[in-house]
């Protein structure tokens, strides 16, 4: 791979220099050092990239389907021969560990693999009418083109996971990527379609600062869905501007997941199934298991045994084979969390692991004695802290799972499984695992959240459902009648 691209925009097949004024500072989070810095680009980069998606979209979508599985096809091969590269990208640019970057890498794979499969199963169907000799015919196409914003936490899957699916379907893609994260969320990309021959327009990636390009990215004329993973807070405007526009939206949010601990849960697997939903990739991830809802029962054995599993986890530097916790993205997330710990300290909880922060390396942390009214708690804290809350009751858990604006995934341990299902119908989120920790996703089951993480679903059908359209067409056989 050329990285001298990666300071470039990738607009209709050409690696140009951004048109803004502005530049964009890629940072290494551990060592704190510059990689790059990119010339970002302005609205006219940004109409130029739109309207290159729009050109292209037209021949992309009248392609025989096996002419599009076989790029996707050859971008899988490309992605298999620059596995080490992108592992490698992604521990300098996102803070993650070669563990982390290994998972990642292999969702990202399957859900190319998954949208590869799209171009054949645009199914449409065929409905009976009421008026004589009329056929009802429900085709499905692409919506067109599609706005992508990257995340980035797991820039290069998150990001694909839109981009691909999108592709896969007949629309062609504009992606802005992560400012954080620019290459892994958006110019690695583009530079794997390259490798892997898609025809120009198809991606486009431009570069740039929110408050240049940001709202002129949703309310563009040309873009027909916007696909965006991130904050609440966020999301929420980028809902807002596209609801003014009537376009529709992809939306995957924040996250407080909640893990009930019930009292015959098995203790041992609970607390190994917890250490790596909330430490994998520093807890940076929407999934990622903010509070552990235990019974009273079994509170002090769960909380023996997660902390010396923690104690136990090596954190450091990314970059090293058996690190599992590396830095946090940047400094403002640093104070962020601590601002979270201490107020929650102040008000009563408990500190039963700590360790120093340097630079942007937070030591795991665990409290106890949490209560839902805690910043640590209320918070999506987006960082190695863990949370722990004692409750009374299995109804208690419920209800203090349910006590948060957010709603993505979550899990239940108890060795009764049934038991486990009733109770997982209980919680109000788009996802939750029993006898699992609650960072999973698979690349054709539906991944989504309720209330405030996230309008519709992302993976399988229901990827090739938001991605594509559905237009009634009827054919008379015979001419009708009229009443006048």
């Not at 050329?2 to 989070?29: C, H, L, R």
């Not at 940004?46 to 002419?67: C, G, I, N, R």
């Not at 790029?71 to 620059?82: C, D, P, Q, W």
């Not at 009733?422 to 991944?447: L, P, W, Y």
Request: one cysteine or more.
């Amino acid at each position: 791979m050329n990285a001298d691209k990666f300071t470039k925009q990738y607009i209709n097949g050409e690696w140009m220099n951004g048109s803004s004024e502005k530049t964009i500072e890629n940072v290494n989070p551990y060592s704190e050092e510059t990689i790059n810095v990119i010339q970002s680009a302005n609205k006219e980069d940004l109409d130029h990239a739109y309207k290159s998606a729009e050109v292209a979209q037209k021949e992309w979508q009248s392609l025989l389907p096996a002419k599009q599985q076989a790029y996707f096809e050859s971008l899988l091969k490309v992605m298999r021969e620059n596995k080490e590269e992108i592992i490698d990208w992604l521990v300098k640019e996102s803070g993650s560990t070669r563990i982390k970057s290994q998972v990642e890498f292999n969702a990202a794979f399957a859900v190319v693999k998954e949208s590869m499969s799209f171009p054949t199963r645009m199914e449409g169907t065929i409905i009976p009418s009421n008026v004589p000799g009329k056929n009802n015919f429900v085709h499905r196409g692409p919506k067109g083109v599609v706005g992508v914003i990257g995340p980035w936490n797991f820039p290069f899957h998150l990001a694909l996971r839109s981009i691909a699916p999108a592709i896969a379907t007949g629309n062609t893609v504009v992606v802005k990527p992560a400012s954080d994260t620019p290459i892994t969320s958006g110019l690695l990309i583009a530079e794997l379609f390259e490798q892997a021959g898609f025809p120009k327009g198809v991606v486009n990636v431009v570069v740039g600062r929110g408050s240049e390009i940001g709202d002129e990215f949703v309310t563009h004329e040309t873009p027909k869905v916007i696909s965006f993973t991130g904050s609440t807070e966020v999301g929420s405007h980028i809902g807002e501007l596209a609801g003014k526009h009537i376009k529709e939206t992809a939306l995957e949010l924040g996250g407080n997941n909640a893990m009930l601990v019930l009292e015959d849960a098995n203790i041992d697997q609970a607390v190994e199934a917890a250490a790596f939903g909330k430490f994998l990739h520093q807890g940076q991830i929407c999934m990622s298991l903010n509070r552990m809802i235990i019974h009273e029962n079994v509170y002090d054995e769960f909380v023996d045994k997660f902390t010396k599993k923690i104690q136990g986890l090596k954190f450091g530097d990314p970059s090293e084979q058996d690190t599992v916790v590396g830095p946090v993205i940047n400094r403002d997330a640093v104070e962020r969390i601590e601002k979270d710990v201490e107020e929650s300290i102040q008000q009563g909880a408990e500190k039963l692991v700590s360790g120093e922060t340097k630079g942007n390396l937070m030591a795991p942390t665990v409290l106890g004695n949490v209560t839902g009214d805690m910043p640590i708690a209320k918070n999506e804290i987006f960082g190695p802290v863990a949370a722990l809350m004692k409750v009374g009751s299995e109804e208690e858990a419920i209800e203090e799972a349910n006590n948060s604006i957010y709603g993505l995934s979550g899990s239940v341990f108890t060795e009764d499984r049934f038991r486990g299902m009733e109770v997982a119908k209980r919680i109000e989120t788009g996802m939750i695992h029993i006898n699992d920790q609650s960072v999973n996703d698979e690349s054709h089951v539906a991944f989504g959240g309720e209330k405030q993480s996230g309008i519709g679903r992302f993976n399988g059908e229901w990827a090739l459902d938001k991605f594509t359209t559905v237009k009634w067409i009827s054919v008379q056989s015979e001419y009708r009648q009229y009443p006048f």
